[in-house]
C-alpha cells in the first residue's frame, strides 16, 4: 500500500489496464455497437476532397488563353494552367540536365520544334563521353577534399559505368540535381521565415509534424492529379517531401546561433540582411548542411517511389527488377543508388567545408589548375570516344555511353547465392516462416483487431494522460477519432500491429545492441558509423534482401522494417548512455558500485529518456517501412493507398490515408516526446 | 594648475544618459509612465516586470575608461546593451557623440555603429566558419571595404593582437585568451572612438585574465578610446578604471575614482566590496602625498604622482628623508614620507582618509 502511495503513476497504470481489458471483454462485436466500431461519418471526406481538387483544377475561374493550334482564344481555368506551367518549367530543366550527361534533342525541341529536328537531323545534343564524367568526378572529389574523396568519387563513377547502370544513373541524378537544389531552397526561405515571424513557425510547425509522418506514397496521388505522370510528376512529390526536414533543421540552426555572435554581427553593423546571410546563416552552417544532407537523402529514398508516377533511372528499373524477382538486379541496382547517395553525401560535406586562402601567391596555371585539367579530361575523354567509335565499329561504343545491361554484371552471381541459399535452407527457412505466421503474426492480428474503439480510446488517451497530461490525451483522442470515424479503422489496426511488432523487436534489438556498444568508445563510434552508412540507404534497398530470402510475404515487410528501425534505436541508445557525464561514472565508482549497478542506477535512468526519443524514430520509421512494404503486399493502409495511386478518384482516398498513417505516428510522437522533454527537464539534461 | 587644465579640455562627455530605464516585460512603457520615474523594483515584479536598468544617469569623458561593476543581475550588461542600443532602453536619453541615440532610425544606427563603435563580448561572439583573419576583417567588409583593404587592415590588427601565424586558424583552434585577442582585434578593426567591453576577460583563466588586462592597458595606452568596461570583477574593475561606476538591481550605487570609492564608500553594499582591498594597491601617489614644503629636506628619488602606492612602497621606505612627487613633466608638486607609505600599508585607515 505503501508503495502505491508513492508510485501513484503505477497506480494509474494497473486501473488503466483494468479498464481496458474489462472494455475489451465486455463490449460485444457487432457493427451496430458503437463501442465496438464508430461509424464511418468521415466516409464522405476523400469524395469532398476529390471533388473540390477537380473543381479546383476543371472548373475554378477560367481565364481566356491563346491556343496558336486554332489560331483563337480558349477558356482554360487558372488552375490547371499554373500546373501546367510549373510541369513544363520542370520538364524544360530536368531533360536539359539529363542531355547534358546523356545526349538528346528534347531541349532543342523545346525551344524549336519536332519539324525542325526532322529536318536538321544534326541538331542534337551530344553526350558526354562516361570518361569524362568520371574524370570529372575524381578531378571535384581531389579539390574538395584529397585523395581519399577522389578515390571514392572515382570508384562510384566507375562502378555505375562498368556495371552497365550509366544511363539509369544519370537519369536519376540529374531528377536528384534539380529536386535537392529546389528543396533546399524552397526549405531555407520558409526556413528563415519562420524564425522571422513567430506566426509563421505556428502555423508551420504541425503542417511540417505531418508531413514528416506522412508516407512517401501519400505525396504521389495528388501530385499526379494536379501534375500528371512523367519525370516533372516525380520531382515534385520529391521536393514536396524532401523540403519538410530542410525547413527543420533550417529553423532549429538559426534558433541555436549564441546571442553572442549575433549581438557581434549587429555591433560590426550588419544590415539585416547581411545579419542573415553573412552571420545567422553561415554559423548555422552545421545543423543547415545536415539539412542538405537529408534532402539528398531524401530524394534519393524517393526514387524508387517516384518512379511509381513515371520517374525514369536506376528507380523504375529497380522496381521492375523486383516485380520481376530478378534479385540480383535488383542488388546491382541497389548498390548503384546507395554509392550515388553516398558519394553526393561526402561530397556536399567537403564542399561546404572548404575555405579560402587570402595568401597564396599563386601563378595563372595554380590558380587556374583544376579547370586546365578538367579541359584536358574532356579532350582525351572525346577522343577516347573517337577512337572508340573506331574500334567498336558494330554494336556499341563503351568508350561514349556503356548501353544499359551491356556492361560486367554480377546478377548471375547473386541470383545463383540466391537460389542456393533456397536450395540449402529452403525448409528451414519455410519453418521459420510459417511459425512467424501461424503462432505470432496472425494471432497479435486478431488481438488488435479484435479491440473494441472503446478500448482502444481509453487505452491510448490514458496512456497519454499518465504521461503527458491532459492536454496531450485531448490531442491523441482527436488524432484518433479522425482514424475512427474514416472508413479505414480495421485497416488502421493491421498497420499498428506489424508496427508495433517490429518497434517492439527494434527496440529490444537496438537497446540491446547499444548498450553493449556503449559500454567502450571505440565500439561506439564503430556502431555510429555503422548506423550514419545503413541510414544513407533509402529505405527501398531494405527490401531487396529480405525479398531474397523470404520471398514477397508480410514476414520479408517485418523483417525489412525491423533492420530498418533497429537503426535509430541503436543510435539513440548509444548516444544517450555515452553522454551520461563522467563525474556521475567516477561518483559512481567511487560509491563502490559494479559494472552492472552502474549501468542498471546510473546510465539507464540518465539515458532513459533519450532512448525513448529513439523509440519515437523507430515508430516513425517503422511506419514508412510498413507502408513501402505494401509494394510486395500487406493488407494494411499501405495496399490501399497504393490501389489509390492508379486511381483517378485517388486524390482524397490517398491523402486520407496518409493522414490516418500519419495521426497514428503523431499519436505517438506525441506521448513520447512530451513525456521525454519533461523528464529530461526534471534530470536537469536541457 | 597645468593637469587641471587638461582635465577640463578632456571633460568632453562622449556618452551621457539621462535617466535611463530598461524595463522588461509587456506594456513596461506605459506601467513606467504612470509611475512617474519612482521604480520600485520589487513591486513592478510582482506585477510581472523585471527592472533591468532604473534611472541611470552617466557621462562617459573622452579618452576615460569608465567601469560599470556589479555582480550578476544588478543590470550592467542591460545598461551596456541600452548604450549600444542592441536593446532599446524603455525610457530616458542616451546622447552618443552629440547624436540622441533613440532617435536614430535603423540606417543611421548602422552607420554609428559601422564607424564609431566597438563592441567585444564574454563569450567572444567569433563566427565559428570564419578564420580569425576573416573574423576581424569582418566589419571592414560589411562596410563595404575591398578584400584586400580589409584583409591588409585585419592584418595589422592581428599584429596588433599579438596573434601572428595564427591568422589562419579558425576561432575553435584557438584557447579562450587568443579567441578574445581576435574579438578584441575584431573590435578595434574599423578604428571607432568608442570601445565597449563586456565582461571581456570573464570566461578566462585568472592568469591568463591578469595578461590580457596588462595586454589591455597597452593598448590602450596607445590608442586612447573612450570605454565603458563591463565587469563583475572588483579587483578587475580597480585595476584597470579611471571611474568605477557600480550598480546594484538597476541602479548606480556610486560613480567614482577607485581611490575615492575605496576610501569613501557611498552605501553599506560599496562598503563590503571595499573592506578586503588592499589600499596601496588603489591609492595613488598623489591621494596620499602632503603639499610641497620649501624647507623640508629631500631625498633624491622622484616619484611620478600617479604611481601606486605598492609601486613605489620599497623605494620610499629606503629613503630616510622624504621623497618629492613629481607630474608627468617633472614639476614636484607634493612630498612623500616614509612614515605615510606605512600607513597605508599597515592599517590607520582614518589617517589615510584624513589626508583626502
Known amino acids: 500500500m505503501d508503495y502505491l502511495t508513492k508510485h ?83 520538364l524544360l530543366v530536368i531533360n536539359f540536365i539529363r542531355e547534358i550527361f546523356l545526349g538528346g534533342n528534347k531541349t532543342i525541341v523545346a525551344f524549336t520544334s519536332w519539324d525542325f529536328i526532322n529536318e536538321n537531323p544534326w541538331a542534337r545534343w551530344p553526350a558526354l563521353p562516361w570518361t569524362v564524367i568520371v574524370g570529372w568526378a575524381i578531378l571535384l572529389g581531389y579539390k574538395l577534399h584529397g585523395k ?12 555505375l559505368a562498368v556495371f552497365g547502370q550509366w544511363k539509369p544513373s544519370m537519369e536519376t541524378l540529374s531528377f536528384v540535381l534539380i529536386a535537392a537544389p529546389v528543396s533546399v531552397l524552397l526549405g531555407l526561405v520558409l526556413g528563415i521565415w519562420a524564425f522571422k515571424r513567430k506566426y509563421a513557425e505556428t502555423l508551420l510547425n504541425p503542417l511540417l509534424n505531418v508531413a514528416q509522418t506522412m508516407p512517401h506514397y501519400s505525396y504521389l496521388v495528388p501530385v499526379i492529379v494536379l ?122 560535406l567537403a564542399w561546404a567545408n572548404k575555405q579560402t586562402d587570402y595568401f597564396a601567391d599563386l601563378s595563372f596555371f595554380q590558380r587556374h589548375k583544376f579547370a586546365l585539367f578538367a579541359a584536358i579530361v574532356f579532350v582525351v575523354g572525346v577522343i577516347l570516344a573517337y577512337i572508340g567509335a573506331l574500334v567498336f565499329r558494330d554494336g556499341f561504343n563503351y568508350l561514349y555511353i556503356v548501353p544499359h545491361n551491356k556492361g560486367v554484371t554480377t546478377a548471375p552471381f547473386w541470383q545463383a547465392t540466391v537460389d542456393w541459399i533456397w536450395d540449402t535452407f529452403f525448409y528451414m527457412l519455410r519453418t521459420f516462416n510459417e511459425f512467424l505466421i501461424t503462432s505470432v503474426l496472425v494471432p497479435m492480428k486478431n488481438m488488435y483487431l479484435a479491440m473494441p474503439v472503446a478500448a482502444t480510446f481509453v487505452l491510448m488517451m490514458g496512456i497519454g494522460y499518465i504521461l503527458a497530461g491532459i492536454r496531450q490525451a485531448l490531442i491523441i ?18 498497420t ?46 531494405y527490401l531487396i534482401p529480405v525479398i531474397m530470402l523470404f520471398g514477397i510475404t508480410d514476414t520479408s515487410v517485418i523483417i525489412a522494417t525491423i533492420v530498418y528501425a533497429t537503426i535509430p534505436a541503436t543510435r539513440y541508445t548509444v548516444e544517450g548512455l555515452r553522454s551520461v557525464p563522467q563525474v556521475l561514472h ?35 520509421f517503422a511506419l514508412f517501412m510498413v507502408i513501402i512494404g505494401a509494394f510486395i503486399g500487406t493488407t494494411d493502409l499501405g495496399q490501399l493507398i497504393l490501389k489509390a495511386i492508379s486511381d483517378p478518384q485517388g486524390t482524397g482516398i490517398g491523402l486520407t490515408l496518409g493522414l490516418c498513417v500519419a495521426f497514428i505516428g503523431l499519436a505517438v510522437d506525441q506521448i513520447i516526446r512530451t513525456w521525454a522533454n519533461e523528464r529530461k527537464k526534471a534530470l536537469g539534461l536541457d | 594648475m597645468t593637469v587641471n587644465v587638461q582635465q577640463e579640455d578632456a571633460r568632453h562627455a562622449v556618452i551621457r544618459c539621462e535617466s535611463v530605464y530598461k524595463i522588461f516585460g509587456s506594456n513596461a512603457a506605459s506601467v513606467l509612465e504612470s509611475s512617474n520615474g519612482v ?27 569608465l567601469v560599470i561593476m556589479g555582480l550578476s543581475g544588478s543590470g550592467k550588461s542591460t545598461l551596456l546593451r541600452c548604450i549600444s542600443r542592441l536593446t532599446d532602453a524603455t525610457a530616458g536619453k542616451i546622447i552618443v557623440d552629440g547624436q540622441d541615440l533613440l532617435a536614430l532610425n535603423h540606417k543611421q544606427l548602422i552607420e554609428l555603429r559601422r564607424n564609431k563603435m566597438g563592441m567585444v563580448f564574454q563569450s567572444f561572439g567569433l563566427l565559428p566558419h570564419k578564420t580569425v583573419l576573416e573574423n576581424i576583417a569582418f566589419p571592414l567588409q560589411v562596410k563595404g571595404s575591398s578584400t584586400r583593404d580589409s584583409i ?47 565582461e571581456p576577460f570573464s570566461a578566462l583563466d585568472p592568469l591568463i585574465r591578469k595578461e590580457m588586462q596588462d595586454e589591455f592597458l597597452r593598448l590602450q595606452a596607445v590608442l586612447g578610446k573612450t570605454i565603458l568596461f563591463v565587469t563583475h570583477d572588483f579587483d578587475e574593475a580597480l585595476r584597470l578604471a579611471d571611474r568605477i561606476a557600480i550598480m546594484k538591481d538597476g541602479v548606480v550605487e556610486q560613480l567614482d575614482t577607485p581611490a575615492n570609492i575605496v576610501l569613501h564608500p557611498a552605501t553599506e553594499y560599496v562598503r563590503k566590496f571595499t573592506e578586503d582591498v588592499p589600499r596601496e594597491k588603489v591609492l595613488r601617489v598623489e591621494s596620499v602625498m602632503d603639499a610641497p614644503d620649501p624647507d623640508e629636506v629631500l631625498g633624491d628619488l622622484r616619484i611620478p604622482m600617479d604611481a601606486l602606492v605598492d609601486s613605489v612602497a620599497e623605494q620610499i621606505l629606503g629613503e630616510e628623508k622624504p621623497v618629492a612627487v613629481v607630474d608627468s613633466n617633472g614639476n614636484m608638486v607634493g612630498t612623500l614620507h616614509s612614515s605615510h607609505v606605512i600607513k597605508v600599508l599597515f592599517g590607520g585607515r582614518s589617517e589615510a582618509t584624513d589626508q583626502q
Open chain 2, 152 to 198: 591588409s587592415r585585419a592584418m595589422e590588427m592581428v599584429k596588433l593582437v599579438g596573434l601572428d601565424g595564427r591568422e589562419n586558424y579558425f576561432p575553435r583552434e584557438l584557447s579562450g585568451g587568443q579567441q578574445q585577442r581576435v574579438g578584441i582585434a575584431r573590435s578595434l578593426a574599423v578604428e571607432p572612438d568608442i570601445w565597449f567591453l563586456d
Open chain 1, 496 to 541: 499498428a500491429y506489424i508496427a508495433s511488432f517490429a518497434v517492439i523487436v527494434s527496440a529490444v534489438f537496438g537497446i540491446t545492441l547499444g548498450s553493449i556498444c556503449a559500454q567502450n568508445a571505440t565500439a561506439s563510434k564503430v556502431i555510429l558509423l555503422i548506423c550514419d552508412f545503413f541510414q544513407t540507404f533509402p529505405s527501398f534497398i
Open chain 2, 39 to 65: 521604480v520600485d523594483s520589487k513591486k513592478f515584479l510582482e506585477a510581472g516586470l523585471i527592472v533591468g536598468v532604473n534611472n541611470v544617469s552617466l557621462e562617459v569623458y573622452q579618452g576615460e575608461l
Open chain 1, 477 to 494: 483522442g482527436a488524432f484518433l477519432l479522425f482514424i475512427a470515424l474514416s472508413e479505414y479503422w480495421d485497416r488502421a489496426l493491421i
Open chain 1, 586 to 620: 567516477d561518483a559512481g565508482s567511487m560509491l563502490g558500485v559494479s559494472r552492472l549497478q552502474r549501468w542498471v542506477s546510473i546510465e539507464v535512468p540518465l539515458a532513459f529518456p533519450h532512448i525513448m526519443l529513439g523509440i519515437n524514430q523507430t515508430v516513425i
Open chain 1, 148 to 159: 581519399g574523396l577522389a578515390v571514392l568519387a572515382g570508384v562510384c563513377t566507375l562502378y
Open chain 1, 8 to 90: 501513484p503513476k503505477t497506480v494509474q497504470f494497473i486501473i488503466l489496464l483494468a479498464v481496458f481489458f474489462a472494455l475489451c471483454f465486455a463490449v460485444s462485436p457487432s457493427e451496430s455497437n458503437i463501442l465496438w466500431r464508430l461509424p464511418p461519418l468521415l466516409k464522405q471526406l476523400p469524395y469532398i476532397v476529390n471533388d473540390s481538387v477537380r473543381y479546383l483544377m476543371f472548373d475554378w475561374m477560367p481565364i481566356q488563353v491563346y491556343d496558336a493550334l486554332i489560331d483563337d482564344y480558349e477558356e482554360k481555368p487558372l488552375f490547371r494552367e499554373m500546373t501546367r506551367t510549373v510541369s513544363s518549367a520542370f
Open chain 1, 227 to 348: 501534375f500528371g505522370v512523367g519525370d516533372h510528376a516525380a520531382a515534385i512529390a520529391t521536393i514536396v517531401f524532401a523540403t519538410p526536414p530542410m525547413v527543420r533543421l533550417t529553423l532549429l540552426g538559426l534558433q541555436k546561433v549564441p546571442a553572442d555572435v549575433v549581438d557581434a554581427g549587429m555591433m560590426s553593423g550588419c544590415t539585416a540582411f547581411q545579419l542573415m546571410f553573412r552571420v545567422l546563416i553561415p554559423t548555422a552552417r552545421r545543423d543547415i548542411l545536415i539539412g542538405v544532407n537529408q534532402v539528398v537523402m531524401q530524394c534519393l529514398a524517393m526514387t524508387v517511389i517516384a518512379s511509381f508516377i513515371g520517374a525514369q533511372g536506376l528507380g523504375s528499373n529497380l522496381m521492375i527488377a523486383l516485380n520481376s524477382l530478378r534479385v540480383g538486379t535488383g542488388i546491382e541496382i541497389g548498390v548503384c543508388i546507395v554509392l550515388i547517395a553516398v558519394a553526393l553525401d561526402k561530397m556536399s
